[in-house]
């Protein structure tokens, strides 16, 4: 009953909003379903996408039989966004609604993350100037050029393990955005952002902050249709482009194993996370790398009697490769290598997989099919020993609009 009072209200704000005008609102279908005011004083922006994966596990290397299966919808979210009052004064709006989406999971068990997390983002932007964006709320940080890009521009299933590791996620609290030429075709993009430090949707925080900061650099021009936050040439860039970044990341007194996210810790850590990549596209050809590395103050582990939890210390680089033709077929290869620090050789094991994927795009990345097969090997680096060495498979399809 609430849910559809709430509902019944939201329709009434909105029908008040664009129908009390003394024109018709306009709609637009650009991307999404868009509708505005005839004095442009208010504009709505929705979207919405899903991920539906079957994924096969083998039970090792050399017996290729199936040990788990995974099928289910993997994201499902919807998206508002548009501006108020003035096209300054801008607003983003992201919820998630699948299971697998809401960090509702023993992984992610925290006292500052005690039930599902239907909320992505949620912030307000303010442009006072076209090189100058400042903003407030939940979002993403600038961290690592896989988080930065959308888990729906991915050209495989998913993240890399190295971004499973180290990557920064969401966080709550001030963004500051700021672009500029050097000539006609140089740019460069600083991005900064000082929040919390204890992941979306915390239901409080400590006495330490987090500091975030992300330089990138298109010495040729910008990418085409925004193709520096997607993955694979899809556009086919005409010219030659490069993407060069790096960044680093200051969480004081975390509280969770990977700052914003995973497990509370026994006792609060400060780490620092550096990371640098780069982005080649031409002609349907693409290259990108990234490098990722955290530090801890002190010793990363953290101790409650015979309970041990410590922060992700270590580094990693992940690598892909990848051709798309002009049916909007593409073929790609990935490597990725986590390796932790000295410290952590007991409790975590190096992790390397190589994959190969094949994707079909239908209406660029908003529609598409995907399959991928990847080979996953565990090491334990204090023996030497190899552990989990398997093969799974993936076929995911994403639709949105």
């Known amino acids: 009953?609430?849910?559809t009072i709430i509902c019944l209200l939201l329709s009434v704000l909105?029908?008040?909003?664009?129908?009390?005008?003394?024109?018709?609102?306009?709609?637009?279908?650009?991307?999404?379903?868009?509708i505005s005011t005839p004095d442009s004083s208010y504009s709505i922006n929705m979207r919405f996408r899903m991920q539906n994966r079957f994924m096969m596990t083998t039970v090792s290397d050399e017996d290729l039989s199936p040990n788990s299966w995974e099928a289910r919808v993997r994201r499902c979210r919807l998206t508002f966004y548009g501006h108020m009052y003035n096209p300054k004064l801008t607003y983003y709006l992201q919820l998630s609604f699948s299971r697998?989406?809401?960090?509702?999971?023993?992984?992610?068990?925290?006292?500052?993350?005690?039930?599902p997390n239907v909320v992505r983002d949620a912030i307000i932007f303010y442009k006072p100037t076209k090189h100058?964006?400042?903003?407030?709320?939940?979002?993403?940080?600038?961290?690592?050029?896989?988080?930065?890009?959308?888990?729906?521009?991915?050209?495989f299933y998913d993240r890399s393990p190295v971004n499973a590791n180290f990557t920064l996620d969401r966080d709550f609290g001030f963004f500051a955005n700021y672009s500029f030429k050097i000539g006609s075709t140089f740019k460069t993009i600083l991005k900064t952002a000082i929040t919390s430090g204890e992941g979306r949707n915390s239901v409080g925080s400590n006495s330490g902050l987090a500091y975030t900061g992300r330089l990138e650099l298109l010495p040729l021009g910008d990418f085409t249709?925004?193709?520096?936050?997607?993955?694979?040439?899809?556009?086919r860039e005409e010219k030659p482009k490069i993407s060069l970044a790096g960044g680093y990341h200051l969480n004081d007194m975390a509280v969770r194993t990977q700052g914003q996210l995973g497990k509370d810790l026994y006792a609060a850590r400060s780490y620092s996370t550096y990371f640098a990549d780069f982005l080649v596209k031409y002609k349907g050809f693409a290259l990108t790398a990234e490098y990722m590395r955290r530090d801890t103050d002190k010793n990363p582990i953290t101790k409650s009697g015979s309970n041990t939890r410590f922060i992700v210390d270590g580094d990693g680089?992940?690598?892909?490769?990848s051709y798309c033709f002009k049916?909007?077929?593409?073929i790609a290869a990935r490597h990725s290598l986590v390796t932790p620090q000295n410290e952590l050789y007991s409790l975590m094991n190096q992790n390397e997989q190589y994959g190969?994927?094949?994707?079909?795009?239908?209406?660029?990345?908003?529609?598409?099919a995907q399959f991928n097969v990847f080979y996953n090997r565990d090491r334990k680096l204090s023996d030497q020993t190899d552990h989990n060495k398997n093969l799974f498979g993936v076929f995911q399809v994403e639709l949105g609009i």
């Not at 018709?24 to 868009?34: A, L, M, Q």
């Not at 697998?100 to 039930?115: H, K, L, P």
């Not at 249709?225 to 556009?235: I, L, T």
């Open 132 to 155: 100058l964006q400042l903003g407030f709320g939940q979002g993403k940080l600038p961290g690592n050029r896989q988080r930065v890009n959308s888990s729906g521009t991915l050209q």
């Open 317 to 321: 680089i992940n690598t892909q490769i």
């Open 327 to 330: 049916s909007r077929w593409e």
């Open 1 to 3: 009953m609430k849910k």
């Open 100 to 115: 697998g989406d809401m960090d509702w999971s023993m992984a992610d068990a925290s006292v500052n993350n005690t039930s």
């Open 356 to 368: 190969l994927g094949v994707t079909k795009y239908i209406m660029k990345h908003k529609v598409k």
């Open 14 to 34: 909105f029908t008040n909003a664009f129908y009390s005008q003394d024109k018709t609102p306009t709609v637009s279908f650009k991307n999404g379903i868009g």
């Open 225 to 235: 249709d925004g193709g520096d936050y997607f993955e694979g040439d899809v556009a």
